[in-house]
Each structure stands twice: as structure tokens, then as C-alpha cells.
């Protein structure tokens, strides 16, 4: 396809402007992934589509080398009250050096460069450039599970996830999984209590469970302590003058690539049920069978109307420090605001988990990620991009490709 326009990083700033302007929650992307399509038409890409879940899609081709994704998601948070920003969410503002907005860092500002990056590498790499950018990150990765699944999905050879990095080779983080523990009563009036069993009663042991389970988490070298917490405790019925007989206690639990779902559950039933046994001998008879552990799922729906019900788990993952790609991947972008003569940039992971989860963790598909931006801004009304990091990761993004997509073909 003939390009309408030259990539450049002037212009991923203002393909950034225009992204940050449309909100894309979780299910609602469509007129984003419309804007992105567009841009990589306009760039002259040789192929750019959407899926049937809607993930947006395009192809630079290149070589007979190895094939590079760079990937960053559709969607975003909720922006929240926009009277506490200091500048419009949605407003896509350039001040004080930085972009502003939600999706600024987070990730629509890296995925603009993304996009650009490609188109103008064009005739400048070994192999193919895929770049791919998923809906639903934000609520476990859906999008991206679907891109690389075994049978019929795109298999690069390595993949760079545009989260933000501050200028670092990120190779993994911990995982996230949503647990939720359920206690189940007998519903009554509440000027009757005799004739109810409340639910509510079991949250305390349930809780004095979890507090032990997060004092016995175990640590990776790299990645740190796994953690786990009870983040929210619900009772239904919900109405005050009620007995409930159902309690609902949700877990947020960063875990290590080698967690698995079932082990998870096994670890939350073994660690509450020292406190359950306590409560039946203090006269709740059958306290042990009230409880269920389960992974928190949700019946999630995409903008094109594809629903599947999913785990809320996001896997984790960790490449090897000296595996080739990290290395060259830590050659090519050098230290911060440099030119890669410098030495090699600092490797380290995520504390937050991407869609890396699906890509290494899971499809084992070598996978590091590399974007301007501080983490610290991320998912608050702060959310910003300093524009001259930004400027520099464009610059070392056309670096970073070829030298990945070399790496992953010395591998083979």
C-alpha cells in the first residue's frame, strides 16, 4: 500500500493526541481501533485488519529473518472524577514538556510510537514486523490470549510489549490472579436471628486464613515476594434489615510464573481451614463444606460482540537475564537519553503485569518490553509522558527491532 504520510515521531505525538481523545474502556474500543487502522493505512502498511474480537493488526513486511511483534493494548482505566486532574483526561494536552491524559503513558503515547516505529523501519529489518495491539488488557489480557492461541494465532518469533519502562529492559513480572472466597449461610429477618445462620460469621475466619497464606509467600530472585490480600468483602443479600447468607471474600494475588491455578486454590482452602475447624467447634456445625474457593471469572464482551466467560488471571513470566534477545535487546537501547555507545541499558521486570503473561509465559514466545514513560504515573490523574524520553525511545526503537528480530534468529 502506497504511504499517505511519512512515520516520524512529530507525528506519533499527534496520532498520540488523537487516542488519548477517545476513551476505550474494556469491551468499548471500537472507535480506537478504527483510528489505529487507519494510521497504519496512512503509514502505507502492507496489511492492517482487525480480528474478531477486534484486536487491531498490521504488517510491515521485511526479510526472510525472524519475525518481531510490538505490541501495546487498546484499552484503558476509567479515568475517574475528571475535577481532580490537573489537566483534561481526554484533552490530549501538550504542557510542561509532557503529553497529558489518560493513556498518555499507559499506553496509548508508546503505542503511537509503535506504530510509527514500524512504518519506518520499513526496508531497515531482517524480517517481518507485526505490530499488534489487543483489547482487554486491562481485565486479563483477552485480547492477546486470543492473538497467540496454538491454532491459528500469530506466532512472532519475539515480541516487545510497550509498557512503559523509564528507558529499561523489562524480561517479566509477577502474575495477577482474583480469588474469591465463598461462605454460604441461611438467609433471615434480621429481628429473627435465631432462625438464620449469617454468613458474615465465617469472614473472620476466612480473613485469619489470608493473613496467614500472605505471611507464608515465597520469593523469586528477580521478580521478589509474591503477595496476596483481601481487597473486598461483600455479603448478598445486600439490604441492611437482612441476615445475608452468602459472604464473599476477593483476594488480589500477585503471583510467579511457576503458580498455577490449581495449586492457588489448594493453598487458600489449606490455609482457612485450621480457622473453619474452630468455628464448628465453637457451634457453627458444617463450617468447612459452607466454604468454596474459587478464581474470580466474568462474562467479558468485545466491542464486536464476541462474549467469553475468563479467569481474572493474568500469568506471569521471566526471561533469562543472559538469554540473546535480553542481551541485544540491552546493546541496542543503552542508558537513558544516550545513543547506545554508552553501555548496555539496565534489565530488570515489571512490577506490574502485561500481556507478556500470554506471550512468554504461556505461548513461550521469547518477549521483553521497552517504552518511555515512568510506571509511577501509571492508572492515576497524573498520567503523563515527558516528551524528549519519548523522543529518545522512538529513536531507539529502530535500533531495538532489527537487533531482537537478529538475536531471535542466531537462537534458532
Not at 195 to 207: E, F, Q, S, T, Y
Amino acid at each position: 500500500m502506497r504511504a499517505k504520510k511519512s512515520a516520524s515521531f512529530d507525528g506519533a505525538v499527534a496520532f498520540a493526541q488523537d487516542l488519548i481523545r477517545i476513551p476505550s474502556l474494556p469491551g468499548e474500543e471500537r472507535e480506537l481501533t478504527r483510528r489505529v487502522i487507519g494510521e497504519m493505512d496512512a503509514l502505507g502498511y502492507d496489511e492492517a485488519h482487525t480480528d474478531e474480537l477486534g484486536n487491531a493488526i498490521g504488517i510491515v513486511r521485511g526479510g526472510d529473518g525472524a519475525t518481531a511483534m510490538l505490541s501495546a493494548h487498546l484499552d484503558m482505566v476509567a479515568e475517574g472524577d475528571h475535577g481532580e486532574w490537573e489537566y483534561p483526561p481526554f484533552g490530549g494536552v501538550i504542557a510542561e514538556g509532557c503529553l497529558h491524559g489518560r493513556g498518555a503513558m499507559d499506553i496509548k503515547g508508546p503505542l503511537a510510537l509503535q506504530v510509527h516505529v514500524a512504518a519506518a523501519l520499513r526496508g531497515r529489518t531482517p524480517g517481518d514486523i507485526i505490530v499488534a495491539h489487543p483489547v482487554y488488557e486491562e481485565r486479563g489480557g483477552w485480547g492477546m490470549d486470543h492473538l497467540t492461541r496454538v491454532d491459528g494465532g500469530l506466532r512472532p518469533d519475539v515480541v516487545i510489549i510497550g509498557e512503559s519502562t523509564h528507558g529499561d529492559i523489562a524480561i517479566g513480572h509477577r502474575g495477577r490472579c482474583e480469588v474469591e472466597i465463598v461462605g454460604y449461610g441461611l438467609a433471615g429477618h434480621a429481628s429473627a436471628p435465631d432462625r438464620a445462620r449469617n454468613a458474615l460469621d465465617l469472614a473472620p475466619a476466612i480473613l485469619a486464613g489470608v493473613k496467614d497464606l500472605s505471611a507464608a509467600q515465597e520469593t523469586d530472585d528477580v521478580l521478589g515476594r509474591a503477595s496476596v490480600v483481601a481487597t473486598g468483602v461483600d455479603a448478598v443479600p445486600a439490604s441492611l434489615n437482612v441476615i445475608p447468607d452468602r459472604v464473599t471474600v476477593t483476594l488480589d494475588w500477585r503471583i510467579l510464573p511457576v503458580d498455577t491455578e490449581e495449586n492457588l486454590l489448594a493453598r487458600v482452602r489449606d490455609a482457612v481451614a485450621p480457622y473453619l475447624e474452630r468455628l464448628e467447634a465453637d457451634g457453627w456445625p458444617g463450617a468447612r463444606e459452607s466454604v468454596e474457593v474459587r478464581v474470580a471469572t466474568e462474562r467479558q464482551r468485545a466491542y464486536t460482540g464476541v462474549e467469553e466467560e475468563r479467569s481474572i488471571l493474568s500469568p506471569g513470566f521471566l526471561m533469562e537475564p543472559d538469554h540473546p534477545v535480553v542481551l541485544a535487546a540491552a546493546r541496542a537501547v543503552g542508558k537513558p537519553g544516550g545513543d547506545g555507545s554508552g553501555g548496555a541499558a539496565t534489565v530488570r521486570p515489571w512490577t506490574f503485569a502485561t500481556d507478556g503473561g500470554w506471550t512468554c509465559g504461556v505461548r513461550g514466545i521469547p518477549t521483553i518490553g521497552f517504552a518511555p514513560g515512568e510506571e509511577r504515573f501509571a492508572h492515576t490523574n497524573t498520567e503523563r509522558l515527558d516528551l524528549d524520553e519519548a523522543r529518545w525511545g522512538y529513536e531507539r526503537y529502530l535500533e531495538l527491532v532489527p537487533a531482537v528480530q537478529s538475536a531471535a534468529d542466531r537462537r534458532d
